[in-house]
């Protein structure tokens, strides 16, 4: 049973650049979340994609967008990438809605930003 | 703002000990709580987590947690750890009705033989 997979495993980017991050979710699964998790930090909540909509956000700029497709996969776009992008991208699937779902991680994208 | 504490960021330990990692969040109302463990290399994957019920959970490995709702506090033990226990730990805390998680920055766990 396929678990999370995340795309790329690393990325280098310049500063100013655009970047897309892709996930597949657990076989079954129909919710995404995606977290940045920068060195030596625990993740961090961006936001999270149900029936291809946003539901929740967290406090990440505009600049930070994602999408959700009818097969439950996701992007991540990140625009006009700055130096404190540079982090460890990480996506993680679930099959329910509820406050107690278990959320199953991917090996996540590491992003550098030079 | 909601937060998650882990006071502990590197824990050295010989095989045999007892472990005991301190996780407090602030968040004023009902919560969902959860462990995570990172094996080197590997993914982030669900130790265990409380939601209702009994406050003293267990979990995979031999990990238990106890939830105490007046210390906002939900501390992972065990009580003789392996070398194969080395790993980071994450205490993370979902508020109820969302599915976000707010994790602690992690505490880092070696385990000497």
């Known amino acids: 049973d396929a678990g999370v997979t995340q795309s790329p495993t690393h990325l280098i980017k310049t500063r100013g650049q655009q970047v897309t991050l892709r996930c597949s979710p657990k076989?079954?699964?129909?919710?995404v979340s995606w977290y940045q998790q920068a060195l030596g930090q625990g993740p961090q909540f961006i936001f999270q994609y149900y029936e291809e909509e946003e539901r929740q956000r967290g406090n990440f700029p505009d600049r930070f967008s994602g999408h959700q497709f009818p097969n439950y996969s996701s992007e991540l776009n990140v625009n006009a990438l700055l130096l404190g992008d540079s982090a460890l991208y990480l996506c993680?699937?679930?099959?329910?809605?509820?406050?107690?779902?278990?959320?199953?991680f991917g090996q996540g994208t590491r992003l550098t930003v030079v | 703002a909601q937060s998650v504490s882990q006071h502990n960021h590197h824990v050295i330990l010989s095989e045999a000990a007892s472990l005991e990692l301190g996780c407090n969040y602030s968040y004023g109302g009902t919560v969902n709580l959860f462990w995570y463990v990172q094996y080197p290399g590997q993914h982030l994957q669900l130790l265990l987590k409380y939601f209702s019920g009994d406050p003293l959970v267990k979990g995979i490995k031999g990990f238990e947690a106890e939830f105490i709702k007046s210390k906002f506090s939900f501390n992972l033990r065990k009580p003789s750890v392996q070398w194969s226990d080395t790993a980071e730990y994450f205490c993370a805390v979902s508020p109820y009705n969302t599915d976000k998680l707010i994790f602690g920055t992690g505490t880092r766990l070696q385990v000497f033989p």
């Open positions: 993680a699937s679930s099959w329910a809605t509820g406050p107690a779902t278990e959320a199953f």
């Open positions: 076989s079954g699964h129909d919710t």
